[in-house]
């Protein structure tokens, strides 16, 4: 018998993987749209703008329904943990940041665990530990109350423009369309930005 899948399983899916980076976006994404009172977006009805590109971008993406390739999800890397999402009807506008649970603040050896996993000197017991720790975590942090994971404040700030669709033109050294506005002319010629950089030595 087939039952239907959780937003958080479809999350995974997307993702390929369950992770405390995941979950965060999870809530986060939550915490957006109970703030703005929006619906999932459907025609960039909705901004979202990420302060990183880490893996809660890819839950934001799913839940909200802001993407990277319809242009209303925009990445600002500065590697911080903090998103804003904007509604175009009315200009409603929240930032959100992720808080640390006590236990995440606590945990010393979750952190040197972290650090040994992904440098690739953990062993496997120490691996195992790693996992089970992480589950526990995202376990805990699917189930608190969004205002315990999620810092909101509603700001005032511009709207991003909508995405703009333009024409493609041919590189005349590579052969490949490129859109017309990252065309560069060097020579009288169409040149896409690669092959621009092979030509002038930049690469």
């Avoid at 709207?159 to 703009?164: L, M, Q, S, W």
Wanted: with cysteine; aromatic share 6%; net charge negative.
């Amino acid at each position: 018998m087939c039952t239907e899948k959780t937003l958080w399983e479809k999350v995974v899916d997307f993702h390929g993987h369950a992770c405390t980076g995941l979950a965060t976006g999870f809530r986060v994404a939550e915490a957006a749209l109970s703030a703005l009172q929006g619906d999932r977006d459907i025609d960039e009805e909705m901004v979202a703008i990420a302060e990183n590109d880490s893996c809660a971008v890819d839950a934001i993406q799913v839940i909200t329904g802001c993407t990277y390739g319809k242009g209303n999800l925009i990445i600002r890397d500065y590697g911080k943990q903090a998103y804003t999402f904007i509604l175009r009807k009315n200009g409603k506008a929240v930032r959100i940041t992720p808080k640390k649970s006590d236990k995440e603040k606590q945990d010393d050896e979750m952190a040197e665990l972290r650090k040994k996993v992904f440098s690739g000197r953990a062993d496997e017991e120490e691996k195992k530990l790693f996992q089970s720790k992480t589950k526990d975590l995202i376990n805990e942090m699917l189930s608190r109350p969004l205002d315990e994971v999620c810092r909101v404040e509603e700001i005032t700030c511009e709207i991003p423009a909508k995405a703009r669709i333009f024409s493609s033109v041919i590189c005349s050294y590579c052969g490949e369309m490129v859109m017309e506005p990252r065309a560069r002319i060097i020579g009288g010629r169409t040149a896409c930005i690669p092959c621009l950089e092979k030509l002038t030595g930049l690469d």
